[in-house]
């Protein structure tokens, strides 16, 4: 079964950016920059969990999600192949590219591609923020942040990510103008959430945990320094208990930059349904209005 959210990669026109906006802002450490201009980032001992690739548009190319070894990806991979699913495997040139061992990748039916994998190199005690930091990001067995999908249809979607790649309903929050779904693969309270955009797909947007709640109030503090677009103030959400904002990139979706997100146990955890999405703040600037947050794609084109 799947274990984590991996690495994502996003082609980008200001993939450029990210040099700056990465270390300076974020916190990220620059792993690397390849040959073509590829920004690669890092947020703990793993070589790179953020790739950001030149490219014509803004667009999600990849999510990686991380299995435990070898055996249990073959399993997995066996079992969505008898769920209709057409797997390939990949060469070498994408093995050194993903710094993984092995790789099989998929699409979903909405066109967005998943990378399943095991091995991804590490380095330890080679993480240093790109910027003053009182710790780092909450990753390890919770892998790299949460992704946040906005899919056609919520009803179908539930079906193929849980049904099928059996990931586990945390809660959901559903309100007037929110219908949105959890789910979990590891401790953390959620490593996916699916909200519903009709007649399109695409990514809204990626979430990292700072360890220390004086780190996220440093990003704030240089989202304005820089005049990084707030889409959404600071608060503090009712299901993950996550204190965060959610700022814009250089590259179209936009981050949840948070502290203090909820532990879940799937021995002893009963999904709820939450009226809303906040106990407090999270309001929606005038940024979020004008240039709505997120990377949509309609369906028919996909």
């Known amino acids: 079964m799947i274990q984590e959210l991996s690495y994502v990669g996003f082609g980008s026109p200001r993939s450029s950016d990210w040099s700056t906006y990465g270390p300076e802002i974020v916190g990220a450490m620059i792993h690397s920059r390849t040959p073509d201009g590829t920004v690669r980032l890092a947020v703990d001992d793993v070589d790179f969990r953020i790739c950001i690739h030149p490219g014509a548009t803004d667009e999600l190319r990849y999510t990686g999600w991380g299995l435990a070894n070898e055996t249990d990806l073959h399993a997995f991979a066996e079992h969505l192949a008898r769920r209709g699913l057409s797997l390939e495997w990949a060469d070498a040139p994408v093995l050194r590219d993903r710094g993984v061992a092995e790789l099989a990748w998929f699409t979903d039916p909405w066109g967005l591609?998943?990378?399943?994998?095991?091995?991804?190199?590490?380095?330890?005690?080679?993480?240093?923020?790109?910027?003053?930091?009182?710790?780092?990001?909450?990753?390890?067995?919770?892998?790299?942040?949460?992704?946040?999908?906005?899919?056609?249809?919520?009803?179908?979607?539930?079906?193929?990510?849980?049904?099928?790649?059996?990931?586990?309903?945390?809660?959901?929050?559903?309100?007037?103008?929110?219908?949105?779904?959890?789910?979990?693969?590891?401790?953390?309270?959620?490593?996916?959430?699916?909200?519903?955009?009709?007649?399109?797909?695409?990514?809204?947007?990626?979430?990292?945990?700072?360890?220390?709640?004086?780190?996220?109030?440093?990003?704030?503090?240089?989202?304005?320094?820089?005049?990084?677009p707030v889409m959404q103030t600071l608060g503090r959400h009712s299901n993950d208990l996550m204190t965060s904002t959610y700022v814009g990139t250089p590259s179209g979706f936009q981050l949840e930059l948070g502290y203090g997100g909820l532990v879940v146990d799937d021995l002893s955890w009963i999904a709820r349904t939450y009226r809303k999405p906040s106990f407090w703040g999270h309001r929606f600037t005038e940024a979020a209005r004008t240039d709505p947050p997120g990377i949509l794609t309609p369906i028919a084109t996909v």
């Open 113 to 228: 591609r998943h990378e399943l994998s095991w091995g991804k190199g590490a380095t330890p005690n080679s993480f240093r923020a790109g910027r003053t930091m009182r710790g780092g990001f909450v990753t390890g067995d919770q892998g790299l942040g949460h992704i946040v999908y906005q899919v056609p249809d919520l009803a179908e979607a539930d079906e193929f990510y849980s049904g099928v790649l059996g990931f586990r309903l945390s809660d959901r929050i559903v309100s007037d103008h929110f219908d949105v779904r959890f789910y979990h693969v590891n401790g953390r309270h959620h490593s996916l959430a699916l909200a519903e955009a009709p007649g399109h797909i695409g990514v809204n947007h990626l979430m990292l945990e700072y360890q220390h709640m004086d780190d996220l109030g440093r990003a704030i503090d240089l989202v304005e320094k820089h005049r990084v």
